[in-house]
């Protein structure tokens, strides 16, 4: 049974620090990673997906890493600003069925 | 472009009454459809998921049901709630693009319950 961990489940840093959030997963034998943005009672936002066949994903000011053999998944949010204040939650999908499992998220706390 | 839309917003119910949630996907055929529960100090807990009108699969087994009348549409629905049906209920939807199996999920705005 996939298990998802992400820690620390609450982080706090001031506005324009370089921050890494972890993900780790039990089964290594994953198809793919996805990392979401959940604000305060909305619904979760797609950031990035990475595919297992690949290392990294890069969108904007964010970057996720993959190391599948480590069984471990990083998001890197360069210059932070008070507006990523939000839940980040990755999940890891098993093999080729639709299943997501999510790990319970790090809240994001940047002060301006 | 896709869009996902969820209602109520907001639902307040007491114990014992029927429920029924509604997921619509537009500019997208054929999705594949997920109802997950988010209570609090908890994860994302997959409830049901649809590939395709009248095919659902149940995670785990529990007080609620779903069903998939038209491509487009999954309703979530209970005939009796329980107060441990209370939490944030969200839908989500994803296709498969091509031979890579891409297979990204997208989530709609969510439904809180509170069971009275």
């Known amino acids: 049974k996939q298990e998802v961990t992400q820690i620390p489940a609450a982080l706090s840093v001031p506005e324009g620090e370089n921050l890494v959030l972890n993900c780790s997963f039990t089964?290594?034998?994953?198809?793919?990673l996805q990392w979401f943005r959940q604000d305060p009672g909305k619904g979760l936002t797609s950031l990035l997906l990475?595919?297992?066949?690949?290392r990294e994903q890069t969108s904007g000011r964010l970057n996720a890493s993959l190391d599948k053999s480590s069984g471990r998944s990083t998001l890197y949010i360069a210059a932070s600003q008070p507006g990523d204040s939000a839940t980040y939650l990755c999940a890891a999908r098993r093999g080729s069925n639709y299943k997501l499992t999510f790990g319970k998220g790090t809240l994001l706390t940047v002060n301006p | 472009s896709q869009t996902i839309h969820q209602w109520p917003a907001t639902l307040v119910q007491p114990v014992g009454s029927p429920l029924s949630l509604e997921c619509t996907v537009e500019?997208?055929?054929?999705?594949?459809l997920y109802w997950y529960r988010q209570a609090a100090g908890r994860g994302l807990q997959l409830l049901f998921y649809?590939?395709?009108?009248?095919?659902i699969s149940s995670e785990v087994p529990q007080n609620l049901s779903a069903s998939r009348p038209q491509d487009r549409q999954f309703i979530l629905s209970s005939k009796k709630l329980l107060l441990s049906d209370s939490g944030f209920y969200l839908c989500?939807?994803?296709?498969?693009?091509?031979?890579?199996?891409?297979?990204?999920?997208?989530f709609g705005p969510g439904t809180r319950l509170t069971v009275l």
């Open positions: 089964d290594s034998a994953i198809y793919n």
């Open positions: 500019g997208t055929s054929n999705p594949n």
């Open positions: 649809s590939v395709g009108i009248g095919q």
């Open positions: 990475i595919q297992s066949s690949q």
């Open positions: 989500a939807w994803s296709v498969l693009l091509g031979a890579s199996s891409y297979n990204e999920q997208f």
